[in-house]
């Protein structure tokens, strides 16, 4: 889809007339700018707004301009948005260094690569430095303050048909009907969901009826969310469709359940639909045994990702690095990250990441492994911020990341790898969860998700860092609850069960060897028990553990003086391992 700037004049033609006798340069306007994205405005007032374009008070931009196109999907681009939403915030605007142009130049560099033109995200600043900007500047933060008290900034929330999203719903993103056009399409989708379930909604643009259901039918999709899909075939388009499933009259539906035809009907029945919906997700995903048990860590639903946040003096870092530290790709990331440090994510504009992402490749055969570990700890550092991780996350092929890790695990095999370098890229694959859209191409791509799983399975053999072991766990227990999340709201498990019964078997060894640090033992049993929570009882992964004994590895643990009250024992060993996979 193409993305466009629309770009506004909040002087109204002023700037152009009096700055230069005022600021002593030429402004040609006082910028304001959104994007627009599939007939919609996406701006920052106080907080993220999409508007009908040029519906909002200011009236129609002074000037549209295509930056791009983009093939993301607005699913994606809704979760990109939402970690935006947790750092433009009506308390963090600041007209002159966190503004509206701030937000279009981060989701512009998120959907293209590149930012908006620097003439407009410089501008602020450029009156700012002048002597009259320093005597308008108390009087301009005094207006926004006042403002700010009313949830917005230019009144823009109050546009008819504005939505702004509450902070409750971010990261929950409703389901659609999906608009099917062809039989291949209509297949690709049925395969997607042959393991949860389908409703096909067979209409036509003459079926008055039909129409009377459209309200319902989308509510259902909202309501089914990620454990099923709820189609919409117009067989007045779709022939071959219509042909293949011999639809004669309209409204006709078919549901599926694991990829098999259930059931059939005609007739614009809403109570009959919205029955037998709920019903097929039912039993689609009946209610699973580990729910009645008493699991208050394991199962808890506020449980986040373990990141790594902590940032080390950067210049003692940067004195690590060597001639690559004078690189101006590091010099833009370490500006950035001291910028956030200090003042937080609103007064970080997110940078240019390519220039960087370039170097960190190249550096993995131009630095020594001593030293490679400080440019990795500089990318970790980044990912703390949702931003980074969300623009990475839509790297093709992932290549940055897949390449330092498989870098690292070529390393560990030859028994090279240094300490630090395995601990910092460990903790940069934890912070790579900071944004939901990475941990998802965890799950999903292979050669990242292989690199991931040997990277975790080689750490937990080190026995002579405990810190490494505590990472290997942390990130074992992010992957863990990523697929945990897709196991529990649907559509079903992300993380193929080969690499489940790999990870697992990897940390149930290294617990049944762990004999002295508590943080470890902790993480690796917060780990397994996300990992097994609710799995199927008739899969490989719970038959390896109980062929290896798992439920007495872990409460054999609780006779060492180490671990003595430590209560995860006996939740992951004796409810969860021990009553959970009890065969009937």
């Known amino acids: 889809m193409d993305v466009h700037l629309l770009v506004y004049d909040l002087s109204r033609g002023m700037a152009r007339q009096m700055s230069a006798g005022l600021l002593g340069f030429q402004l040609d306007a006082i910028y304001h700018t959104a994007i627009k994205l599939r007939g919609r405005e996406y701006v920052y007032d106080g907080s993220i707004v999409s508007i009908v374009p040029g519906s909002s008070h200011l009236g129609q931009p002074m000037q549209e301009i295509l930056l791009g196109r ?26 002159w260094k966190h503004n509206c142009n701030n937000f279009s130049n981060d989701l512009a560099m998120f959907l293209l690569g590149r930012g908006i033109p620097s003439h407009i995200t410089n501008m602020p600043q450029a009156v700012l430095d002048s002597p009259f900007g320093q005597m308008l500047m108390p009087m301009l933060d005094q207006q926004i303050n006042a403002s700010r008290r009313g949830g917005g900034i230019l009144g823009i929330q109050d546009t008819p048909g504005s939505t702004v999203k509450p902070k409750s719903d971010l990261h929950h993103h409703e389901a659609k009907v999906q608009h099917i056009t062809n039989l291949t399409q209509l297949d690709q989708t049925l395969k997607k969901f042959d393991h949860a379930c389908a409703v096909v909604f067979f209409t036509s643009a003459t079926c008055p009826p039909c129409k009377m259901l459209y309200p319902l039918y989308d509510q259902l999709a909202a309501e089914v969310g990620d454990k099923g899909v709820l189609i919409k075939v117009d067989v007045s388009h779709a022939r ?6 011999q639809v004669s009259a309209t409204p006709t539906f078919i549901t599926f359940l694991k990829g098999k035809q259930e059931e ?5 029945d809403q109570a009959r639909l919205r029955g037998t919906t709920q019903l ?10 580990h729910q009645a048990l008493n699991l208050p860590t394991v199962s808890n639903p506020s449980a986040k990702p373990v990141l790594f946040a902590k940032i080390p003096p950067l210049p003692k870092l940067l004195a690590k690095m060597g001639p690559t530290a004078s690189d101006p790709a590091v010099e833009t990331l370490k500006t950035f990250l001291e910028a956030r440090t200090a003042s937080g994510p609103a007064e970080a504009p997110l940078p240019d990441l390519i220039p960087f992402t370039t170097l960190l490749v190249s550096s993995l055969t131009t630095l020594p492994p001593d030293t490679l570990f400080t440019i990795v700890d500089l990318a970790r550092c980044a990912l703390i911020d949702p931003r980074v991780s969300g623009l990475l996350a839509e790297e093709p092929s992932h290549s940055t990341v897949t390449t330092l890790l498989t870098h690292v695990n070529t390393l560990s095999a030859k028994n090279a790898l240094p300490y630090a370098l395995r601990l910092v890229t460990l903790q940069l694959a934890c912070n790579l969860f900071s944004s939901a859209l990475y941990a998802d191409q965890v799950l999903l791509h292979p050669a990242l998700r292989t690199a991931t799983t040997q990277l975790i399975s080689s750490s937990f053999l080190d026995e002579s860092h405990a810190n490494v072991r505590v990472a ?3 990130l074992l227990f992010n992957v863990s609850l990523a697929n945990s999340a897709k196991r529990i709201e649907g559509p079903g498990d992300a993380l193929p069960e080969e690499d ?15 004999e002295a640090s508590t943080e470890a033992l902790e993480g690796m049993l917060l780990a397994l028990g996300r990992l097994v929570y609710r799995a199927s009882l008739d899969g490989d992964l719970v038959a390896l553990l109980r062929t290896m004994d798992a439920k007495d590895t872990v409460l054999e643990k609780g006779k060492n003086k180490a671990f003595s009250g430590m209560r995860l024992i006996k939740e992951v060993g004796g409810e969860l391992l021990g009553t959970g996979l009890a065969r009937p």
Request: no cysteine; proline share 6%.
């Open 70 to 95: 983009t093939e993301l999907p607005m699913d994606v681009i809704e979760e990109y948005l939402d970690s935006l939403r947790e750092i433009y915030t009506v308390e963090a605007y600041n007209l």
């Open 240 to 245: 071959d469709v219509g042909m293949r499933y």
């Open 264 to 268: 059939r009907w005609s007739g614009a």
């Open 280 to 289: 097929l997700v039912q039993m689609a995903f009946p209610p699973h045994p």
């Open 472 to 474: 290997a766990a942390s």
């Open 500 to 514: 489940q019964v790999e990870l697992a078997a990897s940390v149930l060894e290294t617990i049944s060897q762990e």
